[in-house]
């Protein structure tokens, strides 16, 4: 069983993935269509993280 996360640390670790979803975003508007390998060199991230956020966006209708 997790605990739940003080309201601080959520504020941080959301904080954190608005600032990797941004990075996703302005890697793609500066190049264009990228590999995720690409993606991944651009902005610094894991590519299993990548993966994972790419597939979220697309989920909610942000990527294609």
Not at 25 to 32: D, I, K, P, R, V
Not at 33 to 50: D, F, H, K
Not at 51 to 58: E, I, K, W
């Given at each position: 069983?997790?605990?739940?996360?003080?309201?601080?640390?959520?504020?941080?670790?959301?904080?954190?993935?608005?600032?990797?979803?941004?990075?996703?975003?302005?890697?793609?508007?500066?190049?264009?269509e990228l590999t995720a390998a690409e993606l991944?060199?651009?902005?610094?991230?894991?590519?299993?993280?990548?993966?994972?956020?790419?597939?979220?966006?697309?989920?909610?209708?942000?990527l294609d």
């Amino acid at each position: 069983m997790t605990l739940p996360l003080p309201e601080q640390e959520r504020d941080a670790v959301g904080l954190e993935l608005v600032g990797k979803v941004g990075a996703v975003l302005n890697a793609l508007e500066q190049h264009g269509e990228l590999t995720a390998a690409e993606l991944a060199a651009a902005t610094g991230e894991p590519l299993s993280s990548i993966y994972r956020l790419v597939r979220s966006l697309a989920t909610i209708g942000w990527l294609d």
